[in-house]
């Protein structure tokens, strides 16, 4: 097939970044709105965060042989399906009002999402000439920053409203009191993920009558059970190195992603509508770096614009860690900003020269997203327990991109 034939795929497949980057971005907003309705603090809200990656550490071994048995398109359709269903059960879990039942929703988004992010990435990297799958991974996920911008400076302001009460504080006036301002806080959810869930079907539909170029192996159902993974690719350094640097990248990532409405709203004394507006533009800022990375990357090596954007987010995570406040929150655009290449360009380098094991790395790659269901907790747990130096706990991430500098540095190196 020629590469003229892949504009179409590429197309239908750039718009699965899209969608799970309005899923995953819409969890900081989630553990904002449920500190208000689940009454929780912020290490016990972070956990939202762990229930929805966690299924990025369980499933992307099992999605990988039923990819390899079937087809990608088969894995992505299914994925649709199922995220869809996750979304439309914020309705019956509005009725129930139990902090559980919105983690196990989550769990249930983050496999549906996971269908497609198991699928997408390697499928970008190989419709094309290996030199380019980095830039058009990061072109792809360019995407990614989109649906992450409109989740952050759009979606959130549907569900925040701007008010946060408790029961002490919640005025003696208020109409239906403490129960009618609950479930008005607990409605507010249900629309974004209704809108999500229709978008996920109708994609669903579109991917079913889609014809979609195989690649590799998938689709050979002759394989035993034993092919269906391959644990060998362990024994490639530059895959090995490339899910540690994802792993801890992930997580410094969430970590800041996921507790920036909670930094503002709670300490650094700034209301709900301004934060959003923050938040859509640090989501922004994670856009503008998408394309301009994705341009610089013609005339620069993917492996050492890694290098100088991680050091640059060393350098701002102790900015933050040091001085806090709103001087913390502007540093936050700027790791926003040098981030925005990192996930691609780790991915398409540690994939780089698998050949037949592509699909194997991917999957241990996307697990390696695991990091954000355990850093970003420990990160809200030093901010709670220490409220007087939160800032402090954005060490966790400074040094989590440490591990992204070292990657652009030597980790990438085919050795073998």
């Keep these: 097939m020629k590469n003229k034939s892949y504009t179409l795929p590429l197309a239908l497949v750039f718009s699965l970044f899209f969608l799970w980057a309005i899923s995953s971005n819409l969890l900081p907003t989630m553990i ?41 398109k088969a894995g992505i359709v299914f994925g649709l399906f199922l995220a869809a269903v996750g979304g439309l059960l914020f309705f019956p879990a509005a009725i129930l009002k139990e902090y559980w039942a919105y983690l196990c929703i989550f769990f249930i988004i983050a496999t549906g999402m996971c269908f497609l992010e198991t699928a997408a990435n390697p499928y970008v990297t190989a419709l094309g000439e290996a030199a380019t799958a ?33 029961r002490e504080t919640l005025p003696a006036d208020y109409p239906g ?76 990532q969430t970590a800041i992603n996921s507790l920036f409405l909670v930094y503002c709203c709670t300490y650094a004394g700034i209301s709900e509508t301004v934060a959003t507006t923050y938040f859509g533009l640090y989501m922004l800022a994670f856009l503008l770096g998408r394309w301009i990375g994705t341009g610089l990357m013609i005339r620069f090596r993917p492996q ?36 925005s290449i990192m996930y691609p360009t780790q991915f398409s380098l540690a994939l780089k020269g698998l050949g037949d094991q592509t699909k194997s790395g991917a999957a241990f790659l996307v697990m390696a997203i ?42 990438y190196k085919v050795l073998d």
């Design 177 to 252: 009191g403490w129960d009618a301002y609950i479930q008005l806080e607990t409605d507010a959810m249900k629309s974004p993920y209704l809108a999500l869930a229709v978008l996920l079907l109708l994609i669903a539909v579109v991917f079913l009558f889609a014809k979609l170029p195989k690649i590799g192996d998938e689709g050979h159902r002759e394989a035993t059970r034993e092919k269906l993974i391959d644990f060998g690719v362990w024994k490639r350094s530059h895959l090995r190195w490339g899910v540690i640097a994802q792993f801890f990248y992930n997580g410094g």
């Design 370 to 411: 695991v990091g954000n269901a355990c850093l970003p907790q420990f990160t809200a747990y030093l901010m709670h327990v220490n409220a007087q130096m939160y800032h402090v706990a954005y060490l966790v991430p400074m040094v989590c991109f440490l591990f992204c500098a070292y990657y652009g540095w030597k980790g």
């Design 32 to 72: 904002r709105q449920l500190m208000k309705t689940c009454e929780l603090n912020t290490f016990e809200a972070s956990f939202t965060e762990t229930a929805y990656w966690l299924a990025y550490f369980i499933f992307p071994i099992p999605i990988a042989m039923f990819m390899k048995r079937y087809s990608y």
């Design 304 to 339: 050492d614009m890694l290098l100088v954007y991680a050091l640059v987010n060393v350098v701002l995570c102790l900015v933050v860690a040091v001085c806090g406040g709103r001087t913390g929150l502007y540093a936050m655009l700027g790791i926003s900003f040098f981030m």
């Design 134 to 166: 980095p830039r058009r991974l990061n072109l792809a996920q360019s995407f990614n920053g989109l649906g992450a911008f409109i989740s952050a400076m759009f979606l959130s302001k549907l569900v925040l409203s701007g008010t946060h009460y408790t």
